[in-house]
Nanobody, 131 residues
Framework: LYLVESGGGLVRPGGSLGLSCVAS????????VGWFRQAPGKERQGVAC????????FYADSVKGRFAISRDNAWRTVYLHINSAEPEDTASYYC?????????????????????????WGQGTQVTVSS
């Protein structure tokens, strides 16, 4: 299984951008998937995660209400939609599959943003928020 991110680019503050994470295999529907970001000189930060079936999501406080994660298992794709972009959102964005939760079944309220629980990392896509 490998994951490929796309959709990054330059967005103005307050603008929107959609990222995609496409999996190489349909087995991705057995995994919860997370989006993470890393800015230069900073640690990798969990942004959002979604259960294998898509019914449970969790967001970092810094993006809650602005970002939306979703998935379409028929297309082996997990999406991250960025709204009301802020300069602090500038980073490389990565998706990864959660290898710690069997079957990808998250419970509501589960904090699934620990990078240590994830494998099959993609190569990342750059998002720059600037006027």
């Amino acid at each position: 299984l490998y994951l490929v991110e796309s959709g990054g680019g330059l967005v103005r503050p307050g603008g929107s951008l959609g990222l995609s994470c496409v999996a190489s295999e349909f087995t991705v529907d057995h995994y919860a998937v997370g989006w993470f970001r890393q800015a230069p000189g900073k640690e990798r930060q969990g942004v959002a995660c979604i259960s294998s079936g898509g019914g449970v999501t969790f967001y970092a406080d810094s993006v809650k209400g602005r970002f939306a994660i979703s998935r379409d298992n028929a297309w082996r794709t997990v999406y991250l939609h960025i709204n009301s972009a802020e300069p602090e959102d500038t980073a490389s964005y990565y998706c990864a599959a959660n290898v710690a939760v069997v079957g990808g079944d998250l419970r509501h309220g589960d904090n699934c943003l620990d990078p240590g629980d994830y494998g099959y990392w993609g190569q990342g896509t750059q998002v720059t928020v600037s006027s």
